[in-house]
């Protein structure tokens, strides 16, 4: 049940829990917070998706793009499979030689920005995603994801412009929110990550990723009880059960928690860069 596209500053590992949903923990005593890896519906529109043999799909999307490497969908196909089997770096050396061959193709600048983003190439990742869309012309996702690579370089302030932006253009979108969401957390607004993330729940209907982070967030904030009962929430009891019981040790022991809240760093309403 409990998943940013993007490693934060500090220490992360991946796991899988219930749901089989991939999630990255940021060190809050173990708690973790996920994503809406808003840059998955960028360029390859079956990005989202989810191969039950990801190792099959490197061969099949390998032969494609080998015989012709400036395909542009083709790029983007090899990409994504590398990336499902963890061969971030060679996702990125596969997208940036197809960008030279394509370098006004939005769809791949996309793709390219996120490998980037994937493999921790942040400020290389924020400036490509900006060439995937003009002013005159926003994309939504791309706004979102950008603000979610400045989230990861401390720029937390300049993140949440470019989430204003996307808000401007898609009104309480729960993928923009929840990523807003994990933006206050990293600078350790707990109040105002909470409501951000209630709005995109009540927005987001049974979005797993987003009643995740929710729970965890109403957690950290001492609220056990309610935060088991969002867990829960409309699922089989084993299900429920299961939710309940990740949850409680991702929160254990809350001192822990709460010590490991006060190492992340604090947004800077000045700062210069």
């Known amino acids: ?71 542009a969908e083709a790029a983007l196909r090899y ?24 370098s006004d193709n939005k769809a791949l600048l996309a793709g390219y920005g996120r490998a980037l983003a994937d493999n921790g190439n942040f400020q290389q990742a924020f400036d490509v995603l900006g060439r995937a ?8 996702r791309i706004l979102s994801a950008q603000g979610a690579v400045l989230d990861q370089l401390g720029r937390f302030e300049e993140a949440r412009q ?9 009104p309480d979108e729960p993928a923009v929110l929840s990523n807003l969401a994990l933006s206050y957390v990293l600078s350790k607004d707990l109040p105002m990550a909470e409501e951000t993330l ?6 987001a209907g049974n979005d797993p990723r987003v ?13 056990m009880a309610e935060a088991e009962k969002i867990a829960r929430a409309d699922l089989p009891p084993a299900e429920g059960a299961a939710n309940v019981a990740q ?7 809350k001192e822990n928690a709460r010590a490991q809240m006060d190492k992340l760093p604090i947004a800077s309403s000045k700062r210069s860069d």
Not at 19 to 40: K, R, Y
């Open 198 to 203: 209630r709005r995109a729940h009540s927005r």
């Open 1 to 71: 049940m409990f998943q940013k596209l993007l490693q934060p500053s500090v220490s992360t590992r991946t796991f899988a829990l219930t749901g089989s949903t991939v999630i990255l923990a940021l060190g809050l005593g173990g708690c973790q917070l996920t994503s809406s890896d808003v840059t998955g519906s960028l360029g390859d529109k079956a990005e989202t998706s989810r191969s039950a043999d990801p190792r099959r799909d490197v061969d099949l999307t390998a032969e494609r793009y080998r015989a012709n490497p400036r395909d």
């Open 162 to 170: 470019y989430y204003s932006s996307a808000l401007r253009i898609t």
């Open 247 to 253: 949850l409680n040790q991702m929160l254990s022991p």
């Open 211 to 223: 009643r995740a982070n929710l729970a965890l967030v109403v957690g950290l904030r001492g609220n």
């Open 79 to 102: 990409g994504k499979a590398l990336r499902a089997t963890g061969q971030k770096a060679q996702a990125v050396a596969v997208l940036e030689q197809a960008t030279i061959a394509n």
């Open 133 to 140: 869309h003009s002013p005159d012309n926003p994309d939504w």
